[in-house]
């Protein structure tokens, strides 16, 4: 039997604002439209600014670890593409599309603070918690997506991961599960070219990130990930095509980490200089300020304004995070189950500890453990 | 191997429907019937796993099912443990009820992260927020001579884990109200099954009934010792109770305790107020086991009533064997059960 090719693949890849600030008018046709621009122009600005508000917080003692989301606040983008009924399923670099989609600001900071109510996610708005063991939560999303169809609900799931967590199990599986079972589901890899220290290079030898969806049967492309029209066009046509042909997408936004991996490392330690400068000149914030420039629609002085506006906005956020009532220590046993077992109870209500035993002649010991 | 062979139990449970009838089915109808019976109650249930569609179920636990609810949710993966235990969980997180099941839990392994480090903790790491109502069940220990990597008991393993619960039925009675319990619980359950017992038959009645979580089974009454078991070893430790009466002329006091987590550790501290003695029969390793548990609770909340050092009877400190006379030889019997209970009441 002769040689024949059976499969065929491609990649394309989407830029429409370049770095200059120049906008492929073809592409960008039936995109954003320019309020929308504005909008994420502001809201980018704000997010980088509760960046460094927040790196300032660690460094000072206020915050335990916290991962910048700097540089990648293009993201955001996919929240004006999204519905309300959309779920946003994350991981911990896509601030600006969860607070675009209804997160209150507080709730990432309380989270990096180290309080579970962070994670107390407000009725009526659908994000799932900050995800921490890398990759676990794409199946969520397929889980999500799955009830979402089951209940024939007319939105999608959109899950956001790093591409370090590309290499984890759980992404294929995800990804299999999605396509077998065509659940409304769109994967966004933000391909920050960093895992940690690890380089995309020692993360796979791969071209793409997008072409390791194809084995699996999804719709897979590459984006500038710090182009906000590219971000919504791909996000867009993702979620209708989800949504039309039960069809998942891996959109790989093709990014930097401008920032460090977390407050815990140094990026200097492992990165090149020369790589970082030449990033900064493709910010998206940049990119975007030009465009609204050449369009008339910015100015020194609004510039201004919006820093002035992010510094009161960024200011309250911190206070609203630090001025909750702090917790005791019977909150230890709270939400253990959804119906605290008598055992718990006992824990709480006596010793504390369960090994210090309950019985009536330890009365003593279980005073001096309430005064801890 | 002959599947154990069920034995008279007493009925301890005030509130449920007798065990004494002729509605006799084997424990793998009870799954399916509890299973059932939950789905037409409540849409939000469906099942998914490897197998559990068209095949009928890798053990015949789901026969007839896919017809009865169709592909939408009686649902066949691919080989993909810790990817459908995610998927469920995402499933509950948004408001469905899944019944995954493993086709045997040793291979839940693979899934660790999802089981152990998502479904327990999704509750709690966001501020009691999203729960996951979610029932893992499958195959639990070992006796099918299918070696060592095949033959997990993991309740020893899972119960150190905070946040979920954990389920080990005896017998098709409790299977079904067990499980069906399960189904209903708002939190994470691991509902541990046997292979050696799917084709256990006893009186399963007609009428509806829960087997509450954390309230163990007294099946036998005595004063000579307490027997604490759970899952197929209770089986043996009935065997033991019988052979006790006859050839030693005592009677033991044998408790079930139907749940790992909550542990019903009241009625165990009450029976050995009355016994004095209590042996532990567990099937699985003995280092940090269950047994070490029940024995250290016991230490902790009664230690002046024993009046002989608590017995543990385990499998031994190794892997399984594959020889099916070494893997005999390795499980807690009735043979090393009274063992164990003469040298506690000698
Ligand atoms: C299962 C798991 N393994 C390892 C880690 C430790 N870890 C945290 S972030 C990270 C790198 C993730 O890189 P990537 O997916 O590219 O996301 P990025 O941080 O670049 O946004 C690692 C290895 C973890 N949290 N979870
Ligand atoms: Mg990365």
């Known amino acids: 039997m002769p040689t024949k090719v059976i499969y065929n693949a491609k990649i394309n890849q989407i830029q429409i604002l370049d770095e200059n600030g120049k906008l492929d008018e073809k592409l960008a046709r039936g995109g954003l439209k320019d309020a929308q621009v504005l909008k994420l122009y ?96 794409m199946l969520h999303a397929a889980g999500i997506a799955w009830a979402l169809k089951l209940r024939k609900e007319d939105a999608v799931a959109f899950t956001f991961f790093g591409d370090g967590a590309t290499s984890e199990g759980d992404f294929h599986e995800a990804m299999n599960f999605a396509c077998t079972l065509k659940l409304p589901c769109v994967f966004i890899c933000q391909n920050n070219q960093w895992a940690i220290s690890v380089p995309r290079s020692k993360q796979t030898a791969s071209e793409t990130f997008a072409q390791k969806g194809l084995a699996y049967g999804a719709e897979c492309l590459q984006i500038d990930g710090n182009d906000v029209f590219a971000v919504y066009k791909a996000a867009k046509d993702a979620r209708a ?132 | 191997m002959p599947a154990t062979e069920e034995k008279t139990r007493t009925n301890t449970d005030a509130d449920l429907p007798s065990r004494e009838g002729d509605r006799v089915i084997q424990f793998r109808e009870a799954l399916r ?182 309230k163990a089974a007294r099946l036998r009454e005595g004063d000579a010792c307490t027997l604490v078991s759970f899952g197929r070893p209770v089986n043996f430790c009935l065997e033991a109770a019988d052979t006790l009466r006859e050839e030693d002329g005592i009677e033991v006091d044998v408790l079930d305790m139907r749940t790992i987590r909550p542990l019903d550790t009241a009625a165990i501290i009450e029976s050995l107020k009355r016994t004095n003695r209590i042996v532990v029969v567990d099937q699985s390793w003995p280092f940090a086991s269950v047994a070490t548990e029940v024995i250290t609770q016991v230490c902790e909340k009664a230690f002046d009533w024993l009046d002989h050092p608590p017995i543990r009877v385990n499998a031994d400190d190794v892997p399984t064997p594959y020889s099916k006379p070494l893997e005999q030889a390795y499980l807690p019997h009735v043979g090393k059960i009274l063992e164990a209970v003469r040298r506690a009441v000698g």
């Open chain 1, 42 to 137: 502001e809201h980018m600005s704000i997010c980088r600014h509760y960046d460094e508000v927040a790196f300032k917080l660690q460094r000072s003692g206020r915050m335990g670890t916290y991962p910048q989301n700097m540089g990648q606040e293009a993201i955001g983008a996919v929240a004006l593409a999204a519905i309300r009924a959309d779920w946003m399923v994350p991981c911990y670099r896509e601030n600006a599309a969860l607070f675009l989609h209804g997160l209150p600001m507080e709730k990432i900071l309380l989270h990096w603070m180290g309080d579970e109510r962070g994670n107390q996610i407000p009725e009526g708005v659908n994000i799932t918690p900050i995800s921490i063991p890398i990759g676990t939560h």
């Open chain 1, 241 to 372: 095509r989800a949504l039309k042909d039960g069809k998942p997408t891996l959109i790989e936004a093709y990014t930097y980490r401008l920032g460090d991996h977390t407050t815990a490392d140094d990026a200097r330690r492992y990165r090149d200089a020369k790589e970082l400068e030449m990033w900064r000149l493709r910010d998206p914030l940049i990119r975007t300020r030009k465009y609204l420039e050449a369009k008339d629609l910015w100015s020194d002085d609004k510039q201004k304004t919006l820093e002035a506006k992010a510094k009161e906005i960024v200011t309250k956020v911190v206070k609203n995070a630090e001025g909750i009532e702090k917790p005791t220590n019977d909150d230890i046993f709270d939400h253990t189950f959804a119906e605290l077992p008598e055992e718990i109870i006992r824990q709480r209500d006596t010793m504390h500890t369960h090994s210090l035993g309950q019985r009536p002649e330890q009365e003593t010991l279980r005073a001096s453990a309430r005064g801890v």
């Open chain 2, 33 to 214: 019937e509890a299973m059932t019976e939950e789905m037409h109650r409540d849409k939000r249930i469906f099942l998914m796993g490897e197998e559990v569609a068209e095949y009928q179920g890798a053990y015949k636990v789901s026969q007839g099912m896919l017809d009865e609810f169709g592909p939408k949710r009686i649902i066949d993966t691919p080989i993909s443990e810790n990817g459908f235990a995610g998927l469920g969980i995402g499933a509950a997180m948004y408001g469905l009820r899944p019944i995954i099941e493993f086709m045997s839990w040793s291979f839940s392994l693979v899934a660790a992260d999802q089981i152990l480090n998502n479904a327990p903790k999704m509750l709690y790491m966001s501020g009691g927020q999203w729960g996951c109502p979610i029932v893992f069940r499958g195959n639990n220990g070992a006796g099918g001579q299918l070696g060592s990597t095949h033959s997990w008991c993991v309740e020893a393993l899972y119960s150190n884990v905070p946040g979920l619960k954990i389920a080990i039925p005896s017998c098709p009675y409790d299977a079904k109200g067990l499980l069906k319990t399960a189904i209903r619980d708002d939190d994470p359950v691991f509902f541990l099954e046997s292979e050696r017992m799917l084709g256990d038959k006893a009186h399963v009645p007609e009428e509806e009934y829960l087997v509450p979580f954390g």
